[in-house]
């Protein structure tokens, strides 16, 4: 009986010891999603740099770049951007004149500057 209870704690240590990830698995994959999220970001910074030398009313928001990094980002500003291209809202809150051509570039510009400050 003893035997059998040291076989059988001997057979679930080296179970345990085969599928549990190593360190550098978990290392690697820590490095992974961070690459992932700097190359997010700078495809973000990139649509923001390429719609602010479109007319301020461009629509981005069907954008891949900006579907990517959407469900990092804060409800309230989803909401406020995606809201100011609805059929009916103000033109002024769309079209108005901001620092990177469309006030809505400018927020979501403060919204990945925030999420930068957070993952890093």
Known sequence: MEILIA???????FAGAWFAPSRTDKARARAEEREHRRKTLADVRELISWYSGNHAGTNFTNDAKYTAIRSHLDPKVVTRIESAFLPGAPRSESHGVGEYGSPMLDVLKQAVDELERKWF
């Open 7 to 13: 076989f059988f704690t001997a057979a679930a240590a």
